[in-house]
């Protein structure tokens, strides 16, 4: 039990690990029963909760959008990688408050404990964005829904704090701004928004809560309020909310796009400037959730154009990943194999976020599946194969233990069927206009969901597969060696796993990028440090990094 | 440079160090004794970076505070530009006085724990104590006349929510069955909550607020400049407590057209034709927006635009009553104390919080844990204090300042 009263960022990690773990199974439960549910028109399912069998339906998708928003997405990567690989990243001994790291991870439990109070007592079925007046009406149990996201937002906002003071004030000295890995300007953008926009957040939930428990009319427009207004605070977070999701996700893909290429990143500036510009303008363009809300056409044609303009900087990554990729001795592994995933289900995501910006057709596009289609190829088909590859690819740093390759080959593969077959079809059935969040549908969409939800069948197993996959290296996985990938950033210049004060030597800044100092090592399978006149006589090593393990003056010519 | 050969790998527990060698860096990380005073992290590396990370942190924190009021002034915002009648009318209800008092025990309390830092600073163990009891003590002011102010508020039935006395009339009998009506016994009479019963209210309300104490000097209590004072003779309600107004008449519907347009001619197009049930039982989707029941949520004070019922005041100072009030504003008014104890009340929590923090300030400098090089924690706290002082600078001219 000395886990739960641990400052070790390490562990604190690794619990976020198991909790969102715990959660994500719990909303893959609900979209699995939600899918079943729909692969016939009319009744599937038993009707064991809920009114009627709709309202149990509605019950589903609420639970599933909810707890995979608040209790899984938006904590995944920063709380679970971010954490571990963090301090790190930047060569320090741990976060820069530990105990508030740890609180924030109490929050978390506290949040998923309401969570799971509301799924025994009464339900949720408002949908995860509890839009006003339904919200303040319905019987099922708003207020214990609205305190857990509110402990949650805390969890987010602590994790963010943490994250900023850590990125300014604990690198080495000699690691400038442009010498960290980019999964920091990537961490550092996702925890600027985290502190601006969670507390907005916190506010729209509790005048929420007392607008339900006292009736009062803020919202409800019986009794003089404005529903709209509930909307834009809502969407004033919710919409950076997303971007908490993808920001770290585009980090992490940076990371193993060149790591996997061994081949510096092509850009790491405009990559490093996107990722900023991208959490400024994520607060913007909140307006484009509610186009059709009766805003006035003059604000909704600026939602539409800034809304836009947040495709340039999420291109720029793109293209600059591509250019990495280009002449680079790519080496297919599972987390390569994920994020290349990762570029091709985000550009669709993205691609067909543009729809959405765009005002006539988001008109025909709004509340049907091609909305549900977009963000589940941004927050599943990218987050969260970012995830998965991020997982994967600092397995061998956490546990010091190896995966199975060729199982994990296999689970991408069903995964990555899976995903599509599921999602990629409701592009299709949304635009010919089956609306989303309805228990029943007309037939002539019953193909649709038939194909849809045997996708989500074999998404389901592609995902136990990966979980298998995990448990497997875990308990009976061979040694990982420090560095099995060959990258330059600082975790892999210590054990795997790390001691507990990460480094026993004070690292110091390296071009996280260079990975000609690195060589292959049969016998441990893993890359050791090269030795220049071993190993090369004719390498120098100097482009004024220090080679690793030297001290830090520049290094003498080996010719 | 690398002079270690592979381990086997099923043998070592773990990979040895890639770097390992002799000489090189110091072994950093095992090394306690010599890290630091006591109050040095073991993940910082110096005092100043603590205290530049502690500091860092802090202010993100009330980053995140100012956001989260920033949600708050914003819905104040919304209402108070689209309901302004409502605003200016009640604001009367908020005691100028008392929060002005607030206002300087808050400033007084922030300029003690200013000076509190910088005894900390000095080492001054025995001023910085005094100074962060003197703040405490701010602080316990302050919550105490909000108590005091709360109090009358209750006391006049100007609830949060369904108790409030302006709630809509319809939707308070609904109240009334719960909280009253189900402690009854079977033989007694149910009491159900009229129109007639509640404008009998407001306007003993009204009374004292209004015309407290007539003719009294600016330190009373609910003073009214002479310029803003309301005629009793433009009321209703004619003479005084003693003297009940005549029943007025029994309907739920607003007063008589002709009444109105007595007291206001330029409703005469609004109120020429019966209106609706003010109170909102049976209102339908179609009866928002209409001109009877006043838009929701755009604001109509927009520039010069004159619409009926809603006409800006164009920096003339009205004084509402009950009567001038337009009719869509009058089932808004408890809306404005909604957002008066929320931004009142989410500020004292963060006041309560704040002497927490102060508190546990005072029990370790009374152990003398602070001075010229720990001090992180005071200056920190210090922070919060001001913010939150700097939050009540901005709630009180928006709350009480609204004439």
Redesign the interface.
């Known amino acids: 039990m000395s886990w739960l009263l641990t400052l070790d960022h390490k562990r604190i990690g690794l619990m976020y690990m198991g909790g969102v773990c715990l959660t994500f199974l719990l909303g893959g439960v609900f979209a699995v029963l939600l899918r079943t549910e729909l692969i016939w028109g009319g009744q599937t399912l038993p009707h064991v909760f809920g009114n009627s069998w709709e309202s149990q339906y509605n019950q589903m998708f609420t639970l599933h959008g909810a707890v995979m928003t608040f209790l899984f997405i938006i904590p995944a990567i920063p709380a679970v990688i971010g954490n571990f690989a963090l301090p790190l990243m930047l060569g320090a001994k741990d976060v820069a408050f530990p105990r508030l790291n740890l609180m924030s991870l109490y929050c978390w439990f506290g949040g998923a404990v309401f969570f799971v109070w509301v799924l025994v007592s009464g339900g949720l079925d408002t949908g995860w964005t509890f839009y006003t007046p339904y919200s303040t009406t319905t019987s099922t149990n708003v207020p214990a829904a609205t305190l857990g996201a509110f402990v949650l937002g805390f969890s987010s906002i602590l994790t963010g704090v943490n994250f900023i003071a850590s990125i300014h004030m604990l690198r080495p000295r000699d690691m400038g701004w442009f010498k960290m890995p980019l999964l920091m300007w990537a961490l550092y953008a996702t925890a600027v928004i985290q502190i601006l926009a969670t507390p907005v957040l916190a506010i729209t939930l509790l005048l929420l809560f007392a607008e339900r428990i006292m009736q009062i009319g803020i919202f409800d427009p019986a009794l003089g309020g404005d529903p709209v207004l509930f909307q834009h605070f809502f969407w004033f977070y919710s919409h950076p909310a997303v971007y908490i999701m993808i920001l770290p996700a585009l980090g992490v893909t940076s990371e193993i796009i060149s790591v996997f290429s061994r081949k510096h990143i092509f850009g790491y500036k405009f990559i490093a400037f996107s990722s900023i510009a991208i959490a400024l303008f994520g607060f913007i363009v909140w307006g484009h959730h509610m186009f059709t809300s009766g805003q006035s056409v003059y604000i909704n044609a600026l939602f539409s154009l800034l809304t836009m303009s947040v495709a340039i900087p999420s291109a720029i990554k793109v293209f600059n990943w591509l250019a990495t990729m280009w002449r680079g001795s790519i080496r297919l592994d599972t987390p390569m194999l994920y994020a290349m995933g990762f570029i091709w289900l985000f550009t669709i995501g993205g691609l067909t976020g543009l729809f959405l910006a765009t005002l006539n057709t988001d008109i025909h596009f709004h509340d049907t599946y091609f909305v549900v289609a977009h963000f589940h190829y941004v927050m599943v088909g990218s987050t969260l194969f970012a995830f998965l590859g991020g997982m994967y690819h600092w397995f061998p740093k956490m546990f010091g233990k190896m995966y199975d390759e060729r199982h994990g080959k296999i689970a991408w593969t069903l995964t990555f069927i899976g995903f599509n077959l599921t999602f990629f079809i409701q592009f299709i059935a949304g635009s010919r206009g089956m609306p989303r969040r309805y228990a029943d549908f007309l037939p002539q969409f019953h193909w649709y969901h038939v194909i849809s939800t045997l996708g989500s069948y074999v998404l389901a197993v592609g995902l136990f597969w990966v979980l298998y996959n995990w448990i497997q290296g875990l308990r009976k996985g061979p040694q990982a060696p420090a560095n099995p990938w060959g990258g330059n950033s600082l975790e892999w210049h210590t054990n795997s796993p790390p001691p507990h004060l990460n480094f026993d030597r004070d690292p110091h800044g390296v071009d996280p990028y260079r990975y000609d100092d690195w060589k292959w090592d049969e016998s441990i399978q893993g890359y050791v440090i090269r030795d220049p006149e071993k190993d090369d006589p004719a390498y120098t090593g100097a482009d004024g990094d220090p080679l690793p393990g030297e001290p830090a003056t520049p290094a003498e010519s080996h010719h | 440079?690398?002079d270690h050969e592979?381990?086997a790998?099923?043998d070592?527990p773990?990979?040895?160090?890639?770097?390992a060698?002799g000489g090189?860096?110091?072994?950093?990380?095992?090394d306690h004794e010599h890290h630091g005073p006591d109050h040095l992290?073991?993940?910082?590396d110096s005092l100043e970076?603590q205290t530049?990370?502690n500091k860092?942190?802090m202010w993100?924190?009330l980053?995140?505070?100012?956001?989260?009021?920033?949600?708050?002034f914003?819905?104040y915002a919304?209402?108070r530009a689209?309901h302004f009648p409502v605003f200016e009318y009640c604001h009367w209800f908020l005691d100028t006085k008392l929060g002005a008092i607030n206002t300087v025990v808050l400033l007084a309390s922030s300029l003690t724990m200013a000076l509190g830092v910088r005894a900390a600073q000095l080492g001054q163990q025995k001023l910085l104590l005094v100074m962060l009891i003197a703040t405490f003590m701010g602080g316990v002011g302050f919550m105490g006349i909000k108590s005091v102010e709360y109090s009358s508020k209750f006391s006049h039935e100007l609830w949060?929510?369904?108790g409030n006395l302006y709630y809509?009339v319809a939707?308070k009998n609904a109240?009334y069955d719960k909280t009253v009506n189900e402690n009854l016994g079977p033989d007694q009479p149910r009491q159900a909550w009229t129109e007639a019963d509640r404008t009998y209210r407001i306007y003993e309300l009204e009374n004292y607020y209004f015309n407290y104490k007539k003719g009294v000097d600016w330190f009373t209590p609910h003073y009214i400049p002479p310029e803003y004072r309301v005629d009793p003779k433009d009321y209703a309600y004619h003479g005084g407590p003693a003297d009940p107004p005549p029943a007025p008449a029994v309907s739920v519907t607003a007063p008589s057209a002709s009444a109105r347009a007595a007291a206001d001619p330029q409703d005469d197009a609004q109120h020429a034709a019966p209106q609706p049930v003010v109170g909102?039982a049976g209102?339908t989707s179609s009866d928002?927006g209409s001109p009877a029941y006043g838009p929701?949520?755009v604001s109509t004070a927009l520039g010069d635009v004159a619409i009926e019922g809603l006409e800006p005041d164009h920096g003339h100072r009205t004084h509402y009553t009950w009567d001038t009030l337009p009719e869509a504003e009058r089932?808004?008014v408890?809306?404005f104390f909604?957002?008066y104890y929320?931004m009142t009340g989410?500020h004292g929590i963060h006041v309560v919080v704040g002497m927490g923090l102060i508190g546990w300030l005072i029990f370790r400098a009374a152990a003398g844990a602070f001075g010229p090089t720990n001090f992180d924690a005071v200056e920190i706290v210090g922070l919060y204090w001001h913010l939150v002082d700097l939050i009540w600078i901005f709630l009180f001219p928006l709350l009480y300042l609204i004439h």
Not at chain 2, 14 to 19: A, F, G, L, Q
């Open positions: 440079m690398s592979p381990p790998p099923q070592a773990e990979t040895p160090d890639p770097h060698q090189g860096g110091s072994a950093h990380g095992h992290a073991h993940h910082f970076q530049e990370a860092l942190g993100a924190c980053v995140t505070e100012v956001l989260m009021f920033g949600g708050l914003l819905a919304v209402y689209n949060w929510g369904q809509p939707k109240y909102l209102m928002i929701s949520g089932e808004r408890h809306i909604q957002i929320a989410l």
